[in-house]
């Protein structure tokens, strides 16, 4: 089991930028790949990105590539998502996932992670 704790969401203004984290603890986090989902009222949930154990690979969704950056730091058991030039349409309860089955090949697949947070609201306003 890992156990994974989301923070650093908020309200920000369009334009702005927010980093979420999350802390994971439980089983060996460097084996995981992780990833950031969202949900927005009335939506589905959206994957929109993905990283490996290493870091070395990444996934993003087309509607974030350019804005968001996922990174992790092993050494501290954390993932995080820098989020920049956010609007309105990102508005969403932010989580993340992790899997110890996320290859390079297979982050973009949403079906693959089996871990969540708890979520983190953002709110962006125009």
């Known amino acids: 089991q890992v156990q994974l704790a989301e923070s650093g969401g908020g309200l920000v203004q369009a334009g702005g930028s927010l980093r979420l984290s999350c802390a994971a603890s439980?089983?060996?986090?460097?084996?995981?790949?992780m990833g950031w989902f969202r949900q927005a009222p009335g939506k589905e949930r959206e994957l929109v990105a993905g990283?490996?154990?290493?870091?070395?690979?990444?996934y993003y969704a087309d509607s974030v590539k350019g804005r968001f950056t996922i990174s992790r730091d092993n050494a501290k058991n954390t993932v995080y998502l820098q989020m920049n030039s956010l609007n309105p349409e990102d508005t969403a309860v932010y989580y993340c996932?992790?899997?110890?089955?996320?290859?390079?090949?297979?982050?973009?697949?949403?079906?693959?992670?089996?871990?969540w947070g708890q979520g983190t609201q953002v709110t962006v306003s125009s």
């Open positions: 439980g089983r060996t986090f460097s084996r995981f790949a």
């Open positions: 990283i490996t154990w290493s870091g070395s690979n990444t």
């Open positions: 996932a992790g899997t110890l089955y996320g290859g390079s090949t297979r982050l973009s697949n949403p079906t693959i992670y089996d871990y």
